[in-house]
């Protein structure tokens, strides 16, 4: 908004959300950028980081824990699974499911991305001490369970 060729503040502007927004944008941007080093796009860390927790999910167990849709994760695990990361193999029990896997390549991307994202937490929260961090982190938990949002 502008008056006489002055810059006026926005409200939205002045919000906890805008601010939260663009610090979520600057972050998942540094991570992009680390994560870039290994081939990889923003949010295809996130089903990895899931099969190394759990290996073999669904695909809708997947979606759920990342909190998109079937659709969403079909698409990333094809481009996975392109890059010989995942594979995807019938589900034994249910016939119309399937279930994800790690391949030797996507397990042996664990230690890099997590080295990514602890020098990504080091630069994001530099200017926090620990207390600082640590209140943080339960506020966003708390505002994220007010959302609605799984806690994985």
């Not at 699974?81 to 589900?91: A, I, M, Q």
Request: charged fraction near 30%; aromatic fraction near 6%.
């Amino acid at each position: 908004m502008k008056s006489n060729g002055a810059e006026v503040a926005h409200p939205v502007k002045e919000t906890t959300g805008f601010a939260l927004a663009k610090v979520c944008k600057a972050h998942r941007g540094s991570v992009g950028g680390m994560l870039a080093e290994f081939g990889l796009h923003v949010g295809q860390e996130m089903v990895l980081i899931e099969l190394w927790q759990s290996d073999g999910l669904r695909g809708g167990e997947l979606a759920y824990r990342l909190g998109v849709e079937p659709p969403t994760i079909t698409k990333m695990l094809r481009r996975l699974s392109s890059f010989g990361l995942v594979e995807r193999r019938p589900d034994p029990a249910d016939a119309r499911s399937f279930r994800v896997y790690l391949t030797e390549k996507g397990r042996a991307l664990e230690d890099p991305v997590s080295l990514c994202w602890e020098r990504a937490e080091q630069r994001t929260f530099a200017v926090l001490d620990p207390s600082e961090r640590r209140e943080l982190g339960r506020l966003l938990t708390k505002v994220r369970a007010g959302l609605g949002a799984s806690t994985n």
